[in-house]
């Protein structure tokens, strides 16, 4: 099955700096990537998502690349304020099998004021 | 308008007993999930249910039923809780099928088993 790596475990960064996170996937026909981020005491929320036909997407201060030879995508954070503050967390799903959300294992984003 | 919404927020009991965690969303979405957050953070799908029918059981105990009602409501009976149970349980919900659609999460039930 799909397996999903993610870096750094923790991050922290000072207020206006820009952030990324790092993930990895194993499975080729993966092929919708999204980010999920989870605030303290709440479920996770999607915030982007990109699909395989496209290697760039931005929404305001984020964006999302991907990279389908080298298998990862990477979430970008510019500007950074601290209710960025967050785990977030990267996912992927085969287009094929079983209906199924892999995700990484989290990034705990400080964001420092 | 809570969208996805879980009960208990938290849960403690004590080895051995049966407990339940119940989900309703008001979304009409068509597609309702389970997940396991453990103390690593790690997320990992135990059951899907499309209109009440059972599409993902992956490899959880069986001392884990879930029961779906109707397609608004998916709740979560767990039989001889183990201290291995303790996690955070998310429910949530897409509005179809639910392949590669987006996820709405419930805000979670902590459980701790002692």
């Known amino acids: 099955g799909e397996n999903v790596e993610q870096h750094p475990s923790t991050l922290s960064v000072q207020e206006g700096d820009s952030a990324v996170i790092k993930c990895t996937y194993s499975?080729?026909?993966?092929?919708?990537f999204p980010w999920y981020k989870q605030e303290l005491g709440k479920g996770p929320q999607l915030i982007i998502d990109i699909r395989s036909n496209v290697g760039e997407k931005k929404d305001q201060r984020i964006a999302v690349t991907l990279n389908k030879t080298a298998k990862h995508f990477s979430l970008h954070i510019t500007e950074t304020q601290p209710e960025d503050s967050a785990v977030y967390f990267c996912?992927?799903?085969?287009?094929?099998?079983?209906?199924?959300?892999?995700f990484g294992t989290g990034t705990r984003l400080t964001v420092i004021p | 308008d809570t969208a996805v919404s879980q009960t208990p927020k938290y849960l403690v009991t004590q080895m051995g007993n049966d407990k339940s965690i119940k989900c309703e969303q008001n979304?009409?979405?068509?597609?309702m999930y389970w997940y396991k957050q453990d103390s690593k953070k790690f997320l990992k799908i135990m059951f899907s249910y499309n209109n009440k029918e059972l599409i993902i059981n992956e490899t959880v105990p069986n001392r884990f039923s879930p029961k779906s009602p109707d397609k608004a409501h998916l709740n979560l009976h767990i039989n001889s809780l183990e201290l291995g149970d303790s996690a955070v349980y998310f429910c949530?919900?897409?509005?179809?099928?639910?392949?590669?659609?987006?996820?709405?999460f419930g805000s979670g039930t902590q459980l701790s088993v002692l």
């Open positions: 499975d080729s026909a993966s092929n919708y």
């Open positions: 949530a919900s897409t509005k179809g099928g639910g392949r590669q659609e987006k996820l709405f």
């Open positions: 979304l009409g979405h068509d597609t």
């Open positions: 996912a992927a799903s085969p287009q094929t099998g079983a209906n199924n959300l892999f």
